[in-house]
């Protein structure tokens, strides 16, 4: 089964560090493109930050300088290590997987369950 699990969600003081982990699971050639999205109650979900299979990144405006983005290919792992943390950061983040190979073909897109990032001031 193809999955994408997330982890490391949790309650932090405004201004401390968490890091998230989000393992694709299954039998899985290559994934073009993961990365990270999160999704505030009443707003839209938005991007964080993703990376590609080459190592090339792309991150919001807002997290630039605070979060990194980095992966294991091996492990089909994205994580995305998150500084000096600021309330407006509270959200669900969600993992997401883009043009994932399995041996059956091609899948679009993946997301996981998402994992809640709390942040107090």
């Known amino acids: 089964q193809v999955q994408l699990v997330e982890s490391g969600g949790g309650l932090v003081q405004a201004g401390g560090f968490l890091r998230l982990s989000c393992a694709a699971s299954?039998?899985?050639?290559?994934?073009?493109?993961m990365g990270w999205y999160r999704q505030a109650p009443g707003k839209q979900r938005e991007l964080v930050a993703t990376i590609s299979s080459g190592g090339s990144t792309n991150y919001a405006d807002s997290v630039k300088g605070r979060f990194t983005i980095s992966k294991d290919n091996a492990k089909n792992t994205v994580y995305l290590q998150m500084n000096s943390l600021k309330p407006e950061d509270t959200s669900v983040y969600y993992c997401?997987?883009?043009?994932?190979?399995?041996?059956?073909?091609?899948?679009?897109?993946?997301w996981g369950q998402g994992t809640l990032v709390t942040v107090s001031s």
């Open positions: 997401n997987a883009d043009r994932v190979k399995i041996p059956v073909g091609t899948l679009r897109e993946l």
């Open positions: 299954g039998n899985i050639f290559s994934i073009a493109v």
